[in-house]
């Protein structure tokens, strides 16, 4: 497969279970919204576009601030769920794109060293490619081309992962090297999980 991959930050979501104001609240010497934008701009992509929602101004704010470079794309109907927030960031890529990582703002740990065996395996032929730690399948998953027509389908708060489900051994597992893969922060005690390297 060739032309190029680009990254996709779901940043939209209100963040309910924590109160509200998740992707901006304090996460190591920053924003937590950073943690998944500095593995996006370390994945081999040409564009790096986060998709906003709640809190829109404050987070494309902080996106911009990390780093000039991000594509900022507002999902409208983004409280229907994480389906609307993956329309909208893959309606938004350019018509040349081979595929799509696609980050999870409130994902701060995501292992950048898979990033490249997901790119070789789907370049290699693979439909999607998806990291696993412990025999569980994580994020972030790069989606190639030929999914985005189903992508654009979705509704509700699952994402791809129905998508995802049906690929069988067209879906890449990448073996990561630690938990960040599987950790997400939901509520306020989650971010004193912060790793101590």
Same mark, same amino acid.
């Given at each position: 497969m060739?032309?190029? &991959?680009?990254?996709?930050?779901?940043?939209?979501?209100?963040?309910?279970? &924590?109160?509200?104001? !998740?992707?901006?609240?304090?996460?190591?010497?920053?924003?937590?919204?950073?943690?998944?934008?500095?593995?996006?701009?370390?994945?081999?992509?040409?564009?790096?576009?986060?998709?906003?929602?709640?809190?829109?101004d404050a987070i494309a704010a902080a996106a911009q601030a990390f780093d000039p470079r991000v594509l900022i794309v507002p999902a409208h109907d983004y409280a229907e769920g994480m389906g609307a927030s993956l329309r909208t960031g893959i309606a938004s890529l350019p018509a040349d794109a081979a595929g799509a990582f696609v980050f999870l703002g409130d994902m701060p740990r995501a292992p950048t060293a898979v990033l490249e065996p997901m790119a070789q395996a789907v370049r290699a032929g693979a439909l999607a490619a998806a990291p696993v730690f412990?025999?569980?399948?994580?994020?972030?998953?790069?989606?190639?081309?030929?999914?985005?027509?189903?992508?654009?389908?979705?509704?509700?708060?699952?994402?791809?992962?129905g998508v995802l489900?049906?690929?069988?051994?067209?879906?890449?597992?990448?073996?990561?090297?630690?938990?960040?893969?599987? &950790?997400?922060?939901?509520?306020?005690?989650?971010?004193? !999980?912060?790793p101590k390297r």
């Open positions: 060739n032309g190029p &991959f680009e990254a996709v930050v779901l940043a939209a979501g209100s963040g309910s279970r &924590f109160g509200g104001g !998740k992707l901006l609240a304090t996460w190591g010497a920053g924003v937590l919204l950073e943690g998944a934008l500095a593995a996006a701009f370390a994945a081999p992509v040409r564009s790096v576009t986060v998709v906003i929602g709640a809190d829109a412990g025999g569980r399948r994580g994020n972030p998953v790069l989606l190639a081309r030929e999914l985005f027509p189903d992508l654009l389908t979705l509704t509700g708060d699952a994402g791809a992962r489900q049906g690929l069988g051994d067209r879906l890449a597992l990448i073996e990561a090297p630690d938990d960040g893969v599987l &950790f997400d922060v939901d509520q306020r005690s989650d971010l004193d !999980k912060f």
